[in-house]
Nanobody, 118 residues
Framework: QVQLVESGGGLVQAGGSLRLSCAASGHTFSSRAMGWFRQAPGKEREFVAGISRSGTTYYVDSVKGRFTISRDNAKNTVYLQMASLKPEDTAVYYC????????????WGQGTQVTVSS
């Protein structure tokens, strides 16, 4: 049974930083692409960042230069380091797993809330 468990969310002031973690189990982590998505109230879920099996990274334009996705295959964990946070980054953040970065993300975590106050 595949499980993705996010942690690290919370309340932070604008300009602050947070690091999200996603611990994976139940599949071969190193053979999967991983991604972070977010959903703000009243909005559709959007892609934030992705990392391939080889470590190539991808970002939505709105977070480039502020967010960094990374993975530790020894710990079966993917991270999202978020800096220079803005109120518009407030959302529930989800990690997800896919066969490749262009495949459908087929496993999802339960989400962690990030709230950025102005």
């Amino acid at each position: 049974q595949v499980q993705l468990v996010e942690s690290g969310g919370g309340l932070v002031q604008a300009g602050g930083s947070l690091r999200l973690s996603c611990a994976a189990s139940g599949h071969t982590f190193s053979s999967r692409a991983m991604g972070w998505f977010r959903q703000a109230p009243g909005k559709e879920r959007e892609f934030v960042a992705g990392i391939s099996r080889s470590g190539t990274t991808y970002y939505v334009d709105s977070v480039k230069g502020r967010f960094t996705i990374s993975r530790d295959n020894a710990k079966n964990t993917v991270y999202l380091q978020m800096a220079s946070l803005k109120p518009e980054d407030t959302a529930v953040y989800y990690c997800a797993s896919a066969l490749t970065t262009t495949s459908l993300y087929d496993y999802w975590g339960q989400g962690t809330q990030v709230t950025v106050s102005s």
